[in-house]
């Protein structure tokens, strides 16, 4: 691992198709320009003191005339338009796609497992599971009974658009299904990355805090729907339902809130009933 | 963390800009509301664009306030952090300004 910047320019982003068991690794061209060994093979250590000013303090004496060019680029602009290629796609198909986040450990997977059991006969679900490491949570997601595509980020801490792309070219979606996304478990990064889902869908599970979507505005601001996940626990924890969805509408005031235990099913035929309102919109491209 | 990943597309998106030539300064606008750290990316900039045209070339970041209008009166009102909350009491405003990661400008040195 890098000590600059936690990166490991060792570990690649992977996407591991799970029913034919083929691992590939993906072009990762942002990464180019990433260099952190040095041509005699040591490492970059950075130990330049970034407090403010230093940008003026490192820009150095003008013995060149300089010429300034304009740019004006979002920089970001490059994976919204992935992701707006992926939306149109995926529209294109017919195909609805969810942006599934939380923190780790909220019931992601275990909500998916349930979802895939009980709507197997109603809807076509596929998941494309984001994780650092690991096809643990793939391989949970085929025994219960949809196809997966695992995408491994290495070090990243979220899925990109790129990713993505790669991960739906796994899929082989049909017509009217769903597919979720299922992003690294994480409340910051993956909330600026658009991956060209049509829905975003954020869970908070009662075992964490209530202040959660204060803490995490960007999260929860953006979201379509919150579900609130493991209300089997309620008895057991000091989580309080109403200040929590309060915290959501502070943020996202028209935010729809489902209470669901992906353990025992409570709540369930919610989140079913805002699936099933959920459709892919019919070939346009919506900002989302 | 996203900020190294953030760091990287800058120096791809000015270094293909600069089309060989070597950048002695880069403008970036980053809106407070943004969900980007500006020292986290100045403390990444120069880990990444090691071994490009803009190594060495020095970071302005211009951060830019938070601004939203208010949907229910119409006011505009600072945003010093999320959530948005109008004087008017109402919640629900559209954010004006304030969520902006852009590239502004590059100075490159001129060819002898």
């Known amino acids: 691992m890098c000590e600059v910047c936690g990166c490991d320019s060792e570990t690649e982003t992977t996407a591991l198709n799970l029913q034919t068991g083929k691992a590939r690794v993906l072009e990762r061209d942002l990464h180019a320009p990433h260099e952190h060994v040095r041509p005699d093979g040591t490492r970059y250590v950075h130990s330049h003191a970034h407090g403010p000013g230093d940008a003026a303090s490192k820009a150095s004496p003008p013995q060149h005339s300089h010429e300034l060019v304009e740019i004006e680029t979002r920089v970001l602009a490059k994976n919204d338009a992935l992701a707006a290629r992926n939306r149109a796609w995926l529209a294109e198909r017919g195909v609805l796609a969810l942006n599934l986040m939380s923190a780790p450990g909220a019931g992601k997977t275990t909500l998916l497992e349930r979802t895939i059991r009980d709507l197997k006969d109603e809807r076509p679900l596929f998941v494309l599971e984001g994780d650092q490491a690991t096809a643990n949570d793939g391989e949970r997601i085929r025994a219960a009974g949809a196809p997966a595509v695992q995408v491994n980020t290495g070090t990243g801490c979220h899925l990109d658009a790129d990713m993505v792309a790669a991960g739906l070219d796994e899929l082989d979606l049909p017509a009217g299904a769903i597919v979720v996304i299922e992003n690294v478990g994480n409340l910051v990064c993956p909330a600026l990355f658009d991956v060209g889902e049509h829905r975003r869908v954020v869970i908070l599970s009662v075992t964490e805090g209530d202040d959660k979507p204060l803490k995490y505005p960007h999260m929860f601001r953006t979201a379509d729907v919150v579900v609130l996940n493991k209300i089997d626990l309620l008895p057991y924890v000091d989580f309080d339902v109403a200040r929590a969805t309060a915290n959501a509408r502070a943020v996202n005031p028209d935010v729809t809130v489902i209470h669901t235990s992906a353990r025992t099913g409570e709540g369930l035929d919610s989140w079913y009933e805002w699936l099933g309102e959920s459709t892919a919109p019919a070939g346009a491209t919506p900002a989302s | ?112």
Do not use: W, Y
Request: glycine share 8%; with cysteine; charged share 25%.
């Open chain 2, 1 to 112: 963390m996203h900020e190294l990943g953030i760091s990287r597309n800058i120096v791809a998106i000015v270094s293909d800009a600069a089309k060989g030539r070597r950048v002695c300064r880069v403008t970036l606008e980053i809106g407070r509301l943004s969900g980007v750290l500006t020292d986290a990316v100045a403390f990444c900039f120069d880990a990444v664009s090691q071994g490009t045209v803009v190594a060495g070339a020095a970071l302005e970041i211009r951060e830019i306030e938070g601004r939203a209008r208010c949907a229910a009166c119409g006011a505009e009102f600072p945003v010093p952090q999320l959530p948005a909350a109008c004087t008017c009491g109402s919640r629900r405003s559209t954010l004006v300004a304030g969520e902006e990661l852009n590239i502004k400008s590059m100075e490159l040195e001129e060819v002898a």
